[in-house]
Nanobody, 126 residues
Framework: QEQLVESGGGLVQAGGSLRLSCASS????????VAWFRQAPGKDREFVAG????????YYSDSVKGRFTISRDTAQNTVHLQMNSLTPDDTAVYYC???????????????????WGQGTQVTVSS
């Protein structure tokens, strides 16, 4: 069973930055599509950003486009989510999700992803 481990969450002031990381217990993301979702209190979980590891194709939700950057680190086999210009609306539990499949587009649907991390809390204070 694949396990994803997120790290890097925490408390930051509005306007600040955080970098989240997602690592795989299986050792490689080379054939994976990896995404970040988030869930704020009282709200549904929503897609944030995704990357097709093999093609380095990325996709972002409108709410984070221009502020967040998803990237891969091939040396550490890790996916990062660099979050800049954070606002209190970005406060949520952030989840890493992955599916071992080559695809030409990045799904924003939760059900499409086979493996999930436990989540990491991001809190942005005003």
């Amino acid at each position: 069973q694949e396990q994803l481990v997120e790290s890097g969450g925490g408390l930051v002031q509005a306007g600040g930055s955080l970098r989240l990381s997602c690592a795989s217990s299986g050792g490689t993301f080379s054939t994976y599509t990896v995404a970040w979702f988030r869930q704020a209190p009282g709200k549904d979980r929503e897609f944030v950003a995704g990357i097709i590891w093999a093609y380095i194709t990325t996709y972002y939700s409108d709410s984070v486009k221009g502020r967040f950057t998803i990237s891969r680190d091939t040396a550490q086999n890790t996916v990062h989510l660099q979050m800049n210009s954070l606002t209190p609306d970005d406060t949520a539990v952030y989840y890493c999700a992955a599916r071992p499949v080559f695809t030409e587009s990045i799904s924003t649907a939760e059900y499409w992803y086979a493996f999930w991390g436990q989540g990491t809390q991001v809190t942005v204070s005003s």
